[in-house]
């Protein structure tokens, strides 16, 4: 599986972006997916996840209510909507497919994780 994330850039506080991150070689469909973000000096931490119906996801508590995680099946692509960017979300964001179905609130048990791609909000 190869995983490919894009739109990532930079933007002002209080500004959106859109990341996407798209699935090839095999689907993955079956599998939960979720975003990961890393800060300059900080560890990985987990920010969202959603299972393979697209009926449960999951936030971490510093991106609850701004981000929204989600995924079209047709396309084997998976999203993530972030609004209201702070610039404690400077981050090279990266996603990742699921061992399971299923995930969690600390982020399942990625299997396959994408290249990354940089958001950078100034205040």
């Known amino acids: 599986v190869q995983l490919q994330a894009s739109g990532g850039g930079l933007v002002q506080a209080g500004g959106s972006l859109r990341l996407s991150c798209a699935a090839s070689g095999r689907t993955v469909n079956n599998n939960a997916m979720g975003w990961f973000r890393q800060a300059p000096g900080k560890e990985r931490e987990f920010v969202a996840a959603?299972?393979?119906?697209?009926?449960?996801?999951y936030y971490a508590d510093a991106v609850k209510d701004r981000f929204t995680i989600s995924r079209d099946h047709a396309k084997n692509t998976v999203y993530l909507q972030m609004n209201n960017l702070k610039p404690e979300d400077t981050a090279v964001y990266y996603c990742e497919a699921d061992r399971s179905a299923v995930s969690d609130v600390r982020g399942g048990t990625p299997w396959y994780w994408g290249q990354g791609t940089l958001v950078t909000v100034s205040s």
């Open positions: 959603i299972n393979w119906r697209g009926g449960g996801t």
